[in-house]
Each structure stands twice: as C-alpha cells, then as structure tokens.
C-alpha cells in the first residue's frame, strides 16, 4: 500500500508527504463517513486537494466517503489495526479534554 500512497501522492503533484494520505485513510477507517470538508480538516489540505484524493482512492476500490471492504483490509493490514479500539481512537482523536486526561492516566 506504500507504493500506492506515494504514486497518488506523485500522481496529484502533493507538495505535502504520502504521510497526508495515510492520515486520511485512517479518519476514513475510524469514522466510517466522513465528509470531504471534515477530512480537510483533519489532514489541514484544501477541499480540493481532498476531494481529488478521495477521488484517487475510489479509483482503487478503496471508497471516497466511507471505505469499501476492500479499503477498510488494505488500511487495516496496512496499519496492523485488527486489534485497535476504533472508540478509543475517535475520542483522542476528537475530544481534548479526554486526550489530555487519558494521557495523564497512562
């Protein structure tokens, strides 16, 4: 899957790193649908760029506003999550005030 994310990265002419994608396909694997704008966000990339990248992904199979099967065992081989707390990762990843208590904890 690497060398995927570095030729859509190559292909869309991103100044930013492949790591931008990654970050995306794993807001898509935690949060089930997330809109292009809600995905700009998280990667900090304009809507466009956004846009043409989930375009790039569904070219793969891997779905454009949720993932496919296909994309939700390609992300998860991919990041070894078979294991992961997809409850925990939505409230570090959303909620500060439970990131920052939870990190007291650990």
């Not at 060398?3 to 949060?31: G, P, S, V």
């Not at 990843?93 to 904890?105: G, L, N, S, V």
Request: with cysteine; aromatic share 10%; hydrophobic share 35%.
């Amino acid at each position: 899957m690497q060398k995927q994310l570095r030729q859509i990265a190559a292909d869309m002419q991103l100044e930013e790193h492949y790591h931008t994608l990654e970050k995306a396909l794993l807001a898509l694997y935690f949060h089930k649908n997330c809109p292009t704008k809600s995905l700009a966000h998280t990667t900090n990339l304009p809507i466009p760029i956004v846009s043409a990248m989930k375009k790039e992904f569904s070219k793969r199979g891997w779905g454009k506003h949720s993932l496919t099967k296909k994309g939700q065992l390609a992300v998860s081989q991919y990041f070894q999550l078979s294991d992961a707390d997809a409850e925990l990762y939505r409230q570090l990843t959303t909620d500060a005030t439970f990131r920052t208590e939870w990190i007291k904890k650990m």
